[in-house]
């Protein structure tokens, strides 16, 4: 079929005779010779311009981490306009110790894996009001550059184990960021109900079972929708770095905001499927527009959109949830509410954070005692002014410290902010 399509004939061809026949074309057509040229040159092998329908180009990210990290695999072919940059600065935060990095640019650059075929040329288009780029993808022959394609899934997910790609719905479109787990968060370290807890490492553990024998022996469709619910501040997100840090896949967390859209939707599902055995955290999920909520609802009764994914969901405000989301199988299988931790939680809470350090374990009793309706982020600013009050007098009053607090949060729930005249803080 490659060799018949090659012999099919051409409508227009390029002639330097006639260079303004098109309008736009000479360049075009010079920028593609050039580049072809390029390749040959280096390595004796004629290279062909592939176009891609496919919005998910991985490989330009793994691309510019191989740039980055100088992976002797991508080789530096040509620079493809003179007077703009070869190469490139960024403030690199995932060394040990943050520094600026200098590497090649991948804009400008037509940079090759000639072991395995293919080039990538990230081109600059010159407008009237900036450059633009567009993207050429090169292969010597169509086998090679499907087991390119192919060998691109398999080292994003190995990319992917220790990082976290997020996803957030922005103005000017979905913005995506592959973030470093700088710091594991372990299973023990997660302060929830335990029967819950129990639960939801149990359905994770199966679901990436090597050998899926739970699904299979039972017949039941590999993939799982769970749905965490509550008020703010307790364990959710750490519940879901903990997730990323103990899993053996991927995990991908997506931002919902006002700007999400049918667009957005099919994108992350899209990149999910492609990670798939994968975690997909969708955060603050009530908070999807309403004219994308039918789409999104379809998207999850996919025949295969789900195929490979464990699903969860997190919401502050239960009540707004689309009743549509837990009233259909196969959307959210469970649904968990995340409490305020009872006392024998936020003891476990304070001695995980070893409070007794300031206060003995009577004097963390005694605070466990006293917090009640103090969520976890609110027993970790506790923790954090005993620290503060200790460092400086040698000791940690912890009634005071909780009456203080406490203070604090019934005027925020009563909205009695600056009712005080006397105040020198306001507007006027």
Known sequence: METEWKKQTVIYEYDEQTDGTIKGYAAYARLVDGISG???????????????????SEYWKLLENDVKSGNPEVEHVARIFDRLEERTFAYDDDKEQPDYNIHLSIRNNVLAYPALG????????????GINFQDYVFAASDSQLQAFLGNVRTRQREQNI??????TDMRNGMSREDEPITRSVGREEVVLDAAIKKEIYRSLDQFFDADRSFYLTYDIP????????????????????????????????WQITEYTSSESVGEVFEAASRLAPMVLVIEDIDSMPQEVRSFFL???????????????????????????????????????????????????????RRFQVFAGEEGTALAARLTEHFSLTQLGELYVSAALEWHEN??????????????ELDKGRKQEWMKDDKSSIGFY
């Open 394 to 407: 040698g000791t940690a009053g912890v009634e005071a410290l909780v009456r203080s607090m406490r203070g």
């Open 38 to 56: 390029a390749l040959f040159a280096r390595y004796g092998v004629e290279y062909e311009l592939y176009a891609s329908d496919d919005p998910n």
């Open 222 to 253: 590999y993939k799982r929708g769970v749905l965490l619910y509550g008020h703010p501040g307790n364990g959710k997100t750490t519940l879901v770095k903990s997730i990323a840090g103990s899993v053996p896949g991927p995990v991908v967390y």
């Open 118 to 129: 293919v080039a990538l040329a990230r081109v600059p288009v010159f407008q009237e009001h």
């Open 298 to 352: 379809n998207t999850l009764d996919g025949a295969t959109s789900k195929e490979g994914i464990f699903l969860i969901g997190t919401t502050n405000y239960p009540d707004k949830i689309d009743p549509g989301l837990m009233n259909r199988a196969g959307r959210f299988d469970r649904a968990y509410e995340i409490r305020m931790p009872d006392e024998a939680l936020r003891l476990e809470y304070l001695r995980l």
């Open 162 to 167: 220790n990082k976290v790609t997020v996803f």
